[in-house]
């Protein structure tokens, strides 16, 4: 069974800044999309970047501008640099794995972490 275990969430003032990981647990990571979602109290779960195997990227217009996604494939990790957080940004982050490209939806992606919170105190 394939893992995805998110980390490096925590509490932080507006302004400052966060890098999530996501490790992967299976050798085949180097060919799927890596996305990172996140879900805020009463509100559906959004997108927030994806990367390719290409290293294409994606961003929502929330985030552009302020966090960076990147991948590691020898260490099957993919990684979320949030600057400038805001108090909007408060969620759970989730990082999720999928064989489509350029995929923005959540029914794209076959497999999810479990999340890590994110709280942007103002």
């Known amino acids: 069974q394939m893992h995805l275990v998110e980390s490096g969430g925590g509490l932080v003032q507006a302004g400052g800044s966060l890098r999530l990981s996501c490790a992967a647990s299976?050798?085949?990571?180097?060919?799927?999309?890596m996305g990172w979602f996140r879900q805020a109290p009463g509100k559906e779960r959004e997108i927030v970047a994806y990367?390719?195997?290409?290293?294409?990227?994606y961003y929502a217009d929330s985030v552009k501008g302020r966090f960076t996604i990147s991948r590691d494939n020898p260490k099957n990790t993919v990684y979320l640099q949030m600057n400038s957080l805001k108090p909007e940004d408060t969620a759970i982050y989730y990082c999720a794995a999928g064989v489509k490209n350029y995929a923005t939806s959540t029914t794209a992606y076959d497999y999810w972490g479990q999340g890590t919170q994110v709280t942007v105190s103002s």
């Open positions: 299976w050798s085949t990571f180097t060919s799927y999309t």
């Open positions: 990367i390719t195997w290409s290293t294409n990227t």
